[in-house]
Structures are given as structure tokens and as C-alpha cells.
């Protein structure tokens, strides 16, 4: 069986599929421009890829592919109709890089509190000024509401419970009990619910995927409806938000954002990129790196090898997010 990686892979994982007789090919400097004619030279049955885009042009290059496995949750840079209407699965590896993601909410949660970046620029720009960054309010007691308790929300949850900060969370699918191990008051995910809500809180992190309910969600109604001051974090996706929206509450409403992800981000790994919303005090950001811990991205190398595993010993692939999706559907 042929795989090929379009992206950094752990090499113990490339070893590890090569352990199950697989013919593995690493290029992970491909984009959706070479990515064609990558496919065509090596004609894979299995495609692994991090953020690498697949649109349908790609797909439909490659006779040979059986599966295209997403080294990670969020699954929205794989045009999945076009893979299903080529019967073709996609899957992906939930979970696996929940911590991480966490880990990087609660530090931008902290950068905003503490100004931490700004901090650092002026001290290494040789001015001291004690006096402006002794200004902060402190997390303990403060209001959180994590909209989306998947694995990742609920490793947000965790960690805030631990800095003495009240949560809420707007869910779909929990249990109240489930919800009481992680010491979370539960509320209803619908847009009303979640502008009543909005009001009543200091923090709002954003843990859902993008998709046809959710693209836009934080517009300048949601903005709006927050507290003035409080602080927005979005590390899920930046089809999520109204950007221009953001900037004119963060200017004008005192809100401050810290942002892992956003709208049109680049495709490439590396190069000149103009971002608005980067250049606005009061937003901190970072390169969509939420996954990008050596202990996150080992165990998405273990869920790879072992769905690849899966799918030798049974033909069928498992964490299949494509099965519902026709051609027709919007991705």
C-alpha cells in the first residue's frame, strides 16, 4: 500500500507505517499547486495531510486514492463532497490534539489578561513602563463561557476550573453529569441562548468546527452582546468570525482578542502575509500552531498508523467524516 504525507509527519509514525509494509512517501512542502502532480507520480491509496488544502481539482487528479486521513480534527481544508462523490473517505483523528489546543487558549487567555507580548516588545524596545502594564484584573472569578464541549472545549474547561474561573458552555450533545465532572453550567446552543449569555460573561472561547451552522457566528451581533472589555478567543477556526466586526469592537467596545486562526489565512507554510486584524491593539496572535506540540503531533502519528492498520486488517476506514456528504454539498 502507498501512502503519501503532504505534511510534517512524526518520523516515528513514518517508521511505524512502514513497519506495516506500506510504501510511505514524505514531501511535505506540497501545496494544492503541486499536489496533482504528486499524486499522479507517486498514485497513493492513502493521503495524510495536516493543513494542507485538497480541493476537488485534487482529487479528481488521482484515480488511486481510497482515503485521505486529516493528521488532526478539523477537517474544512479537504473538500469531502468531491472525495465522497469519488468514493473516496475522508477521515480524521479527533481528540488526539486536544491538550495542546487547551494549552494555547489559556495562553492567550493569560497574554490578554497580562499584556505579556506588548510587555516583552516595549522592554526589548529599551523603554520601561511599570506603571502602565501593572494594570490587570486577574482571572480568579471571572465568568467563561466555552462555546462547543468537545475534546477540546472540555480541556478548556479543565484548565480554567484550576485558574478559579466559572464556566458555561453552550453544547449540543453532554450529559448534565458529564457536565458536573467538569464543574460546567450548561446552556443551550442556539443564538438566542448564546446573546443572552454573551452579556453575562468575561471570557467567550470559541471550540466548534466551521461549517454551514456555524461560518460567521461571531458577527457584529455576537460583538455587540458582549460585555465591554471582556475577553474573545477563537482557536477553532477563522471562518467562525466576522473579522471587520471584530476590529471595530476591539477599537471601539475595549473587547480584546486573542486569535490563533483566521479568515483567508495562507496556505503556504512560510511567507509575506497581510493580516488587518494582526495590527490592531489589543489583538494577540498566533500562527494557527494550536496542534503544533511534539506530544500532540506524536498522537496523531499513533491515530494515523492506526487507522491505516484499521483499514488493512478490515478494508474500511474508521473516523469517517465524509459518509453524509453529497457532491452538491457546501463546504
Known amino acids: 500500500m502507498r501512502i503519501l504525507i503532504a505534511d510534517k509527519f512524526e518520523e516515528q509514525g513514518v517508521e511505524a507505517l512502514g513497519a506495516l509494509g506500506c510504501e510511505v512517501v514524505v514531501e511535505p512542502e506540497l501545496g494544492p499547486e503541486t499536489l496533482p502532480a504528486a499524486l499522479d507520480r507517486v498514485k497513493p491509496e492513502i493521503l495524510v495531510v495536516r493543513s494542507t488544502k485538497v480541493p476537488a481539482s485534487v482529487i479528481e487528479s488521482c484515480d488511486t486514492l481510497r482515503g485521505i486521513i486529516r493528521a488532526g480534527s478539523g477537517y ?114 442556539d443564538r438566542d441562548s448564546l446573546l443572552k449569555a454573551l452579556p453575562t460573561v468575561d471570557i467567550v472561547s470559541v471550540h466548534v468546527p466551521a461549517n454551514d451552522q456555524t461560518k460567521g457566528m461571531c458577527d457584529s451581533e455576537f460583538f455587540s452582546a458582549m460585555k465591554p472589555g471582556s475577553y474573545f478567543i477563537n482557536t477553532s477556526r477563522g471562518a467562525l468570525v466576522d473579522e471587520p466586526a471584530l476590529i471595530e469592537a476591539v477599537k471601539n ?12 489565512q495562507p496556505a503556504f507554510k512560510e511567507g509575506d502575509w497581510d493580516c488587518e486584524v ?54
Open 253 to 264: 467596545r475595549g473587547i480584546r482578542a486573542g486569535l490563533d486562526v483566521y479568515q483567508n
Open 76 to 189: 474544512d481544508n479537504i473538500d469531502g463532497p468531491a472525495a465522497r462523490a469519488r468514493g473516496v473517505d475522508v477521515c480524521n483523528c479527533p481528540g488526539m490534539n486536544a491538550v495542546a489546543v487547551a494549552e494555547l487558549t489559556i495562553g492567550h487567555l493569560l497574554n490578554l489578561d497580562r499584556r505579556l507580548p506588548a510587555q516583552d516588545a516595549e522592554l526589548k524596545s529599551g523603554h520601561w513602563n511599570k506603571k502602565e502594564y501593572s494594570k490587570a484584573r486577574g482571572l480568579k472569578g471571572l465568568r467563561m463561557l466555552v462555546i462547543g464541549l468537545g475534546s477540546i472545549g472540555r480541556e478548556v474547561a479543565l484548565r480554567a476550573r484550576a485558574f478559579g474561573i466559572e464556566t458555561i458552555a453552550a453544547v449540543r450533545h453532554t450529559t448534565p453529569e458529564r457536565a458536573g465532572e467538569l464543574g460546567v453550567t450548561l446552556i443551550e446552543s
Open 278 to 331: 494582526a495590527k490592531v491593539d489589543g489583538v494577540v496572535c498566533s500562527h494557527h500552531v494550536g496542534a503544533s506540540t511534539d506530544q500532540a503531533q506524536q498522537a496523531v502519528a499513533d491515530e494515523v498508523v492506526r487507522l491505516v492498520r484499521v483499514f488493512q486488517d478490515t478494508g474500511r476506514f474508521e473516523n469517517v467524516v465524509n459518509a453524509g456528504q453529497s457532491a452538491t454539498a457546501d463546504v
